[in-house]
């Protein structure tokens, strides 16, 4: 079965710029999951979404940060504008029902914000 | 809310070393824990996970024992391969990932 698709791989954009990640879970995988990593620490969960309605933000900068799951498929996770500290790897993970399934992470965009 | 304590890295073995990477959590009741590794260029995986207490997690010959008594579930591998290097995630069921530990290991 094909993987978690992430777009872009890669993206630099200068500070107070906005950007957008694109990703496509798993087929028939109910959690989508986005995780920002940065350099030399653990994935930190930004947003959980159970189809297309989110189960929690709590860690989500909602004054930069926003995301939306169209017909519980496609995600996307967008900051505007964004900060020298949002530099990092955006993870996309699905899994098939909740998070004591095995989530199947994506490649990653690395974002460097100069 | 939960947390995970991850022993400091990188650590370097030589080929067929015993390998132990120590793992604590705090955390409201009994979650499911889990191991994650990310090999060189890839994505993070699942390695191994425990659904409740004394639960024993095995995978590609490593094994995890969940512990409530110290709130551990340390990873050990008896004999390290060169294809083993890769940095390991301890994670709960509440989306809590430790910080990972880089692991090298020479012929």
């Known amino acids: 079965e094909a993987g978690v698709a992430q777009s872009p791989r890669y993206k630099i954009i200068e500070k107070r710029q906005s950007v957008a990640f694109w990703c496509n879970p798993i087929?028939?995988?109910?959690?989508l999951y986005w995780y920002q990593q940065i350099l030399g620490q653990g994935p930190k969960l930004l947003i959980q979404f159970q189809n297309n309605g989110v189960v929690d933000d709590s860690q989500l900068p909602k004054d930069r940060f926003s995301a939306e799951r169209l017909k519980g498929v496609d995600s996307t996770l967008k900051i505007q504008p964004a900060k020298l500290e949002d530099s990092a790897v955006y993870l996309c993970a699905s899994s098939s029902h909740g998070p004591t399934y095995e989530q199947y992470f994506g490649p990653g965009t690395r974002l460097t914000v100069t | 809310g939960d947390s995970v304590t991850q022993m400091e890295g990188p650590v370097t073995l030589s080929e067929e070393a015993f390998l132990t990477i120590n793992c604590t959590y705090t955390?409201?009741?009994?979650?499911?824990l889990f191991w994650y590794v990310q090999y060189p260029g890839e994505g993070l995986q699942l390695l191994l996970k425990?659904?409740?207490?004394?639960d024993k997690g095995s995978n590609k010959g490593f094994e995890a024992t969940y512990r409530k008594e110290t709130t551990s579930f340390h990873l050990e591998k008896g004999s390290v391969q060169v294809s083993d290097s890769a940095v390991y995630f301890c994670a709960t069921e509440k989306l809590v990932f430790g910080k990972g530990m880089k692991l090298t290991v020479n012929p």
């Open positions: 425990a659904t409740k207490a004394d």
């Open positions: 087929s028939g995988h109910a959690t």
């Open positions: 955390a409201t009741g009994y979650p499911s």
